[in-house]
Nanobody, 115 residues
Framework: QVQLVESGGALVQVGGSLRLSCAASGSIFSINTMGWYRQAPGKQRELVAFITSNGWTNYAESVKGRFTISRDNTKNALYLHMNSLKPEDTAVYYC?????????WGQGTQVTVSS
């Protein structure tokens, strides 16, 4: 059973930056495509970005050019660098496998962008 622990969320002002981290247990992390997802209040969870095992990345249009996803397979870690944050980026951010999820999700990390 893979365990996912997200961290790094905070309250920031518009235009600010954050780096989110995801720590994953288990040796299968390095072979999987991993993604960052987010869920805003009253909305469905959506994919923000994903990264393949060899580093190919893809982003939602809403974050393209502002967010960067990366991974360190030696540490079973996934990262999301977020720049030029907007109020609409406010959400709980989660990491998980993409496209098929691991059965359990982490607790997520709250990002709040205030204007």
């Amino acid at each position: 059973q893979v365990q996912l622990v997200e961290s790094g969320g905070a309250l920031v002002q518009v235009g600010g930056s954050l780096r989110l981290s995801c720590a994953a247990s288990g040796s299968i992390f390095s072979i999987n495509t991993m993604g960052w997802y987010r869920q805003a209040p009253g909305k469905q969870r959506e994919l923000v970005a994903f990264i393949t095992s060899n580093g190919w990345t893809n982003y939602a249009e809403s974050v393209k050019g502002r967010f960067t996803i990366s991974r360190d397979n030696t540490k079973n870690a996934l990262y999301l660098h977020m720049n030029s944050l907007k109020p609409e980026d406010t959400a709980v951010y989660y990491c998980n496998k993409y496209p098929e999820h691991f059965a359990s999700w982490g607790q997520g990390t709250q990002v709040t962008v205030s204007s």
